[in-house]
C-alpha cells in the first residue's frame, strides 16, 4: 500500500463509528428463557459504563443508543440525568429507541391498530420520544414497529398501511432541524402472518410520505435468508434513502449471533456497495452504524468488542477494492477479473493496517486482550452479582 492508500484507510477508519446499543449490555434471552449473568448491566449507568469500555479499547464506539421504556422509565424528565451520566463516562447517547410492542395495550399493534384511541396513545409515545431525542442532543429516532397479525383476514392489512402514513407523517412533523425518522422492516417475528412495514419498499413508500427528513433503516437480521442485502443497500444509496443500520448475524432469524461469525463476506459486500458509491460520487455516505445483537451466551462486553473489531476488518477490507481497476472489468464483462478484484481484497489480511492504525491513535493493538487484562469484568461480576442472581430468583 502507499502512503496515500494508508491515509485514506485511517481517515476513513477515524469517521468509521459504530453505536452501541444499551440493551446489548443487559441480560437477554429468548422466549424459552434468559441465562442471566453475574456481569450484565442491569441500570442505565451500568450500560454506559460498559459502553465506554468497548469505546475505550476500540476507539470507534463513542455513542450509545437508548430504549425510551427501558432506559427512560420516567420519559422526558430522566433526559438530561442520562445525558450527563453518558458524558461522566466519555460517551454521548445515540440513537432513540422507542418502545411501541411490549405495553399490553399494542396487542393488536400501535400505529396500525384498528383502535384509533390506541394509535393516539402510540404517537404520543412517539412524540415523547421525540422531545427525548432533543433533550439528549441526539439526532436519529430509531422506529422499529412489531405491528402485523397472525392469521390470515383477521386485520385489514390497506388501512393498516394507511394509519400508518398519518401517524408516520404527523410524527415527522415534530422533529427538529437535522433529526431523521430512521424507518426500521422486518419481515416476521413478533408477528407470524404479516408485518405492516415488512420490507424495504413498504419502508420507503412510507418514509417519502412521512417527509424529507425520514430514512430507511437496514438491519441484516431483517431478511429472508436468500435475500441480496447488499442490493437492497444499493437501490436505497441510489434513492438518497439509506439512513442506517443494524449489524447482527444470524443462521436462520433476526440478531441471535455476533457479526461476522457466520458470513462475513456478506457484511464485507454490502460495505462494498457503500465505499463504491463514495468512490463513484466523491462523498462519505452519511449512514448512521450500530450494533444490534441479543448476546444471549457470550459475555455481553466481549461478544461486542469482538463485533466491533470485525467491523472494522470488514470495511478496511472494502476500502481496499481497487474500484477503478473493478470498474474496467465490468464494463467489459471481464467475470473472473472482477470477481478476483473484489475477493483480493476481501481475502487480504488487514490485522496489520490496524494494528498501524490502533497504535498510530495510541489505542490497544488487540482490543479484546487489553479488556481482559483491565479487570474490569472481575471488578463488575462482584459488584453485580446480588443483583443479578435476584433477577434469576425473580424470574425462576
Ligand atoms: C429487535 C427488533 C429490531 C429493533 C431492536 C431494538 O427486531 O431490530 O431494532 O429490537 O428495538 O431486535
Ligand atoms: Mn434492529
Ligand atoms: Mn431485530
Same mark, same amino acid.
Given at each position: 500500500?502507499?502512503?496515500?492508500?494508508?491515509?485514506?484507510?485511517?481517515?476513513?477508519?477515524?469517521? !468509521?463509528?459504530?453505536?452501541?446499543?444499551?440493551?446489548? $449490555?443487559?441480560?437477554?434471552?429468548?422466549?424459552?428463557? *434468559?441465562?442471566?449473568?453475574?456481569?450484565?448491566?442491569?441500570?442505565? =449507568?451500568? *450500560?454506559?459504563?460498559?459502553?465506554?469500555?468497548?469505546?475505550?479499547?476500540?476507539?470507534?464506539?463513542? /455513542?450509545?443508543?437508548?430504549?425510551?421504556?427501558?432506559?427512560?422509565?420516567?420519559?422526558?424528565?430522566?433526559?438530561?440525568?442520562?445525558?450527563?451520566?453518558?458524558?461522566?463516562?466519555?460517551?454521548?447517547?445515540?440513537?432513540?429507541?422507542?418502545?411501541?410492542?411490549? +405495553?399490553?395495550?399494542?396487542?393488536?399493534?400501535?400505529?396500525?391498530?384498528?383502535?384509533?384511541?390506541?394509535?393516539?396513545?402510540?404517537? =404520543?409515545?412517539?412524540?415523547?420520544?421525540?422531545?427525548?431525542? %432533543?433533550?439528549?442532543?441526539?439526532?436519529?429516532? /430509531?422506529?422499529? !414497529?412489531?405491528?402485523?397479525?397472525?392469521?390470515?383476514?383477521?386485520?385489514?392489512?390497506?388501512?393498516?398501511?394507511?394509519? !400508518?402514513?398519518?401517524?408516520?407523517?404527523?410524527?415527522?412533523?415534530? #422533529?427538529? =432541524?437535522?433529526?431523521?425518522?430512521?424507518?426500521?422492516?422486518?419481515?416476521?417475528?413478533?408477528? !407470524?402472518?404479516?408485518?405492516?412495514?415488512?420490507?424495504?419498499?413498504?419502508?420507503?413508500?412510507?418514509?417519502?410520505?412521512?417527509?424529507?427528513?425520514?430514512?430507511?433503516?437496514?438491519?441484516?437480521?431483517?431478511?429472508?435468508?436468500?435475500?441480496?442485502?447488499?442490493?437492497?443497500?444499493?437501490?436505497?444509496?441510489? &434513492?438518497?434513502? #439509506?439512513?442506517?443500520?443494524?449489524?447482527? +448475524?444470524?443462521?436462520?432469524?433476526?440478531?441471535? #449471533?455476533?457479526?461476522? /461469525?457466520? +458470513?462475513?463476506?456478506?457484511?464485507?459486500?454490502?460495505?462494498?456497495?457503500?465505499?463504491?458509491? &463514495?468512490?463513484?460520487?466523491?462523498?462519505?455516505?452519511?449512514?448512521?452504524?450500530?450494533?444490534?445483537?441479543?448476546?444471549?451466551? *457470550?459475555?455481553?462486553?466481549?461478544?461486542?468488542? %469482538?463485533?466491533?473489531?470485525?467491523?472494522? =476488518?470488514?470495511?478496511?477490507?472494502?476500502?481496499?477494492?481497487?474500484?477503478?481497476?473493478?470498474?474496467?472489468?465490468? %464494463?467489459?464483462?471481464?467475470?473472473?477479473?472482477?470477481?478476483?478484484?473484489?475477493?483480493?481484497?476481501?481475502?487480504?489480511?488487514?490485522?496489520?493496517?490496524?494494528?498501524?492504525?490502533?497504535?498510530?491513535?495510541?489505542?490497544?493493538?488487540?482490543?479484546? %486482550?487489553? $479488556?481482559?487484562?483491565?479487570?474490569?469484568?472481575?471488578?463488575?461480576?462482584?459488584?453485580?452479582?446480588?443483583?443479578?442472581?435476584?433477577?434469576?430468583?425473580?424470574?425462576?
Amino acid at each position: 500500500m502507499t502512503p496515500q492508500q494508508y491515509e485514506q484507510v485511517f481517515d476513513a477508519l477515524d469517521s !468509521f463509528e459504530i453505536e452501541l446499543p444499551s440493551w446489548g $449490555f443487559a441480560n437477554t434471552g429468548t422466549r424459552f428463557g *434468559k441465562f442471566i449473568q453475574a456481569a450484565a448491566a442491569t441500570t442505565i =449507568e451500568e *450500560k454506559l459504563s460498559d459502553a465506554s469500555q468497548v469505546h475505550a479499547v476500540t476507539g470507534c464506539s463513542p /455513542s450509545v443508543a437508548v430504549h425510551v421504556l427501558w432506559d427512560f422509565p420516567n420519559g422526558l424528565a430522566q433526559a438530561p440525568q442520562v445525558k450527563q451520566l453518558a458524558r461522566r463516562y466519555g460517551v454521548r447517547i445515540g440513537s432513540i429507541n422507542p418502545n411501541v410492542f411490549q +405495553d399490553q395495550i399494542y396487542k393488536f399493534g400501535s400505529l396500525g391498530n384498528p383502535d384509533a384511541e390506541i394509535r393516539q396513545a402510540a404517537l =404520543e409515545h412517539l412524540i415523547e420520544s421525540v422531545h427525548i431525542s %432533543q433533550a439528549t442532543a441526539s439526532r436519529d429516532i /430509531s422506529l422499529w !414497529f412489531a405491528d402485523g397479525s397472525n392469521y390470515p383476514g383477521t386485520q385489514n392489512i390497506r388501512k393498516r398501511r394507511q394509519w !400508518f402514513l398519518e401517524g408516520l407523517s404527523q410524527l415527522h412533523q415534530h #422533529l427538529g =432541524e437535522n433529526q431523521r425518522l430512521l424507518l426500521e422492516y422486518k419481515p416476521f417475528e413478533p408477528a !407470524f402472518y404479516h408485518t405492516d412495514i415488512a420490507d424495504w419498499g413498504m419502508a420507503l413508500l412510507l418514509a417519502r410520505h412521512a417527509g424529507p427528513q425520514a430514512k430507511v433503516l437496514v438491519d441484516l437480521g431483517h431478511h429472508y435468508p436468500s435475500q441480496n442485502i447488499e442490493q437492497v443497500v444499493a437501490w436505497l444509496l441510489a &434513492e438518497g434513502m #439509506l439512513g442506517g443500520f443494524h449489524f447482527n +448475524d444470524r443462521r436462520y432469524a433476526d440478531d441471535d #449471533l455476533t457479526l461476522g /461469525s457466520i +458470513d462475513p463476506y456478506q457484511l464485507f459486500r454490502i460495505f462494498h456497495e457503500i465505499c463504491t458509491w &463514495e468512490w463513484e460520487t466523491g462523498e462519505r455516505a452519511d449512514i448512521a452504524y450500530m450494533i444490534d445483537q441479543s448476546h444471549n451466551l *457470550k459475555g455481553k462486553i466481549e461478544a461486542m468488542i %469482538q463485533s466491533v473489531v470485525r467491523a472494522q =476488518e470488514l470495511y478496511v477490507k472494502a476500502l481496499l477494492v481497487d474500484h477503478e481497476k473493478l470498474a474496467k472489468h465490468q %464494463q467489459s464483462c471481464e467475470l473472473v477479473d472482477a470477481e478476483e478484484c473484489l475477493q483480493r481484497a476481501f481475502y487480504r489480511d488487514v490485522s496489520p493496517i490496524l494494528e498501524e492504525w490502533r497504535r498510530s491513535r495510541r489505542l490497544p493493538l488487540d482490543p479484546l %486482550q487489553a $479488556f481482559r487484562q483491565s479487570g474490569y469484568l472481575e471488578r463488575v461480576s462482584r459488584e453485580r452479582a446480588e443483583r443479578n442472581r435476584d433477577a434469576v430468583t425473580s424470574y425462576a
